[in-house]
């Protein structure tokens, strides 16, 4: 079945370093692709999201990238702070209503 | 301006009890979703509605039921609640039937089957 690998499972920064977080997707229709931010004992909160006609996107300090023909898609935080520390998630999504989630990276910023 | 709003936000149950897990959205959005949150496992759809009056399975319906009381609200219930269903569960809803709209999550429902 369709699959969404993110790796890492965690990723230990200091403050002001860059982040990034890498996912593998498995379904070839797959054509939206957002990004979500957990903090704790919240719901995602979504932060970024491609659509598969593009191949960069940026939003002040966070960025992402497609490369469809190799199914990857990465995050990339620029400056990290401390307030950046959550759970991001990735995610893949084919017409349709279903989204398929990758397992999370917890991401710590040390200041 | 709440967004999607769930409740309970903490429930203990003993194997074998039902409940049902309610959930709202006030940005008048035609789709809505269930899923659940296990450690290491990311998000797993649940059960969907695309728009008011219909509902469909997503990767993991066994042992739930869900109902589209109207636009605003979509509930989860279980009817025999297992250990196995032990995890949290978020509400999510998304403005329109183009598959390419963000969802929107509520902060939970955090329950535990004893």
């Known amino acids: 079945g369709e699959n969404v690998e993110q790796h890492p499972s965690t990723l230990s920064v200091q403050e002001g370093d860059s982040a990034v977080i890498k996912c593998t997707y498995s379904?070839?229709?797959?054509?939206?692709f957002p990004w979500y931010k957990q903090e704790l004992g919240k719901g995602p909160q979504l932060i970024i999201d491609?659509?598969?006609?593009?191949g960069e996107k940026k939003d002040q300090r966070i960025a992402v990238t497609l490369n469809k023909t190799a199914k990857h898609f990465s995050l990339h935080i620029t400056e990290t702070q401390p307030e950046d520390s959550a759970v991001y998630f990735c995610?893949?999504?084919?017409?349709?209503?279903?989204?398929?989630f990758g397992a999370g990276t917890r991401l710590f910023v040390k200041a | 301006n709440a967004g999607v709003t769930q409740t309970p936000k903490f429930q203990v149950l003993k194997t074998g009890q039902s409940m049902t897990l309610q959930c709202a959205q006030d940005?008048?959005?035609?789709?809505m979703y269930w899923y659940r949150q296990d450690p290491g496992m990311g998000l797993r759809l649940i059960y969907y509605?695309?728009?008011?009056?219909?509902?469909d399975k997503g990767e993991v319906p066994n042992g739930y039921n869900v109902s589209r009381l109207n636009k605003r609200e979509f509930s989860l219930r279980l009817e025999s609640a297992a250990p196995s269903q032990t995890s949290v569960y978020f509400c999510?809803?998304?403005?329109?039937?183009?598959?390419?709209?963000?969802?929107?999550f509520g902060d939970g429902t955090r329950l535990s089957i004893l």
């Open positions: 999510a809803s998304s403005e329109g039937r183009a598959w390419n709209q963000p969802q929107h």
């Open positions: 379904d070839s229709a797959s054509n939206y």
């Open positions: 491609i659509r598969s006609n593009v």
């Open positions: 995610a893949a999504r084919a017409e349709g209503f279903k989204t398929i």
């Open positions: 940005m008048n959005h035609n789709s």
């Open positions: 509605s695309a728009s008011e009056g219909t509902t």
